[in-house]
């Protein structure tokens, strides 16, 4: 099960979700009949809406999230860790990354591009929860 917006949802179903809701339409919390094991959060959400989603996990699950700048809830009640999971990459990395991608072992949808000259209005977009795809910012 995965959430994803109309944009993006034919791409989810195609790395292996079963079920997708839309979260553009659908509240989540109202959508999911039965708990998880684990949550894992890709994107930035509102931080009282992330801790909602919490109650979707059974007992002893996990939460995972990649954004870094914010906190993972958990509950410690229920047994439900968090983690947060960030990479620094470092040039063996991103050489691996770029090996697979040529090989197309590893494709990359990148749905918008912007001039760096633009980033400070997309970090305000990512932190009001409304940035959606990737993006490749560019040189100026």
């Known amino acids: 099960m995965?959430?994803?917006?109309p944009r993006s949802s034919a791409a989810v179903r195609a790395a292996g979700a079963d079920q997708v809701i839309d979260h553009t339409t659908t509240d989540v919390l109202d959508?999911?009949?039965?708990?998880?094991?684990?949550?894992?959060?890709?994107?930035?959400i509102d931080p009282d809406r992330f801790a909602a989603l919490v109650a979707l996990v059974r007992d002893g699950g996990k939460v995972v999230s990649t954004t870094a700048f914010m906190a993972t809830p958990g509950d410690e009640t229920r047994g439900v860790s968090a983690a947060t999971v960030f990479v620094l990459p470092?040039?063996?990395?991103?050489?691996?990354?770029?090996?697979?991608?040529?090989?197309?072992?590893?494709?990359?949808?990148?749905?918008?591009?912007?001039?760096?000259?633009?980033l400070p209005a997309l970090h305000a977009e990512a932190a009001a929860g409304r940035l959606e795809g990737k993006v490749v910012v560019e040189p100026a």
């Open 90 to 118: 470092d040039r063996d990395r991103l050489t691996e990354l770029v090996s697979l991608v040529d090989s197309g072992d590893l494709q990359v949808e990148v749905t918008r591009r912007i001039p760096l000259t633009e």
């Open 2 to 5: 995965a959430t994803a917006s």
């Open 31 to 44: 959508a999911v009949d039965e708990q998880v094991d684990v949550l894992v959060n890709l994107a930035p």
